[in-house]
Nanobody, 123 residues
Framework: VQLQASGGGLVQAGGSLRLSCAVY????????MGWFRQAPGKEREFVAT????????NYADFAKGRFTISRDGAKKTVYLQMNSLKPEDTAVYYC?????????????????WGQGTQVTVSS
């Protein structure tokens, strides 16, 4: 399984970005896709997750109301729509896959990771 994240960039505070994560290779009958982020000097933190089978979603508190995770089964792609961006959202964003039905926010539970895409929000 290979994951390829894209869509990052530089945006002003209050702006929007949509990240994409394409899944290549084998997939699983049940799996969970997640978005995480890591700012310089900080640990990787959970952003949002979606269970592929039923599109059940879960969000970090800071993402609720601003970010939306979704998936396109035909394109084998997961999206993270980010609105009302703030400078503190600046980080490298990673997508990850966990071949499980259990939704988790713990990075170590995810077996497959994309390469990350930089999001920079200017004030």
């Amino acid at each position: 399984v290979q994951l390829q994240a894209s869509g990052g960039g530089l945006v002003q505070a209050g702006g929007s970005l949509r990240l994409s994560c394409a899944v290549y290779g084998r997939t699983f009958s049940s799996f969970v896709m997640g978005w995480f982020r890591q700012a310089p000097g900080k640990e990787r933190e959970f952003v949002a997750t979606i269970r592929w089978s039923d599109s059940y979603t879960n969000y970090a508190d800071f993402a609720k109301g601003r970010f939306t995770i979704s998936r396109d089964g035909a394109k084998k792609t997961v999206y993270l729509q980010m609105n009302s961006l703030k400078p503190e959202d600046t980080a490298v964003y990673y997508c990850a896959a966990d071949p499980s039905v259990v939704v988790t926010i713990t990075p170590s539970k995810y077996d497959y990771w994309g390469q990350g895409t930089q999001v920079t929000v200017s004030s």
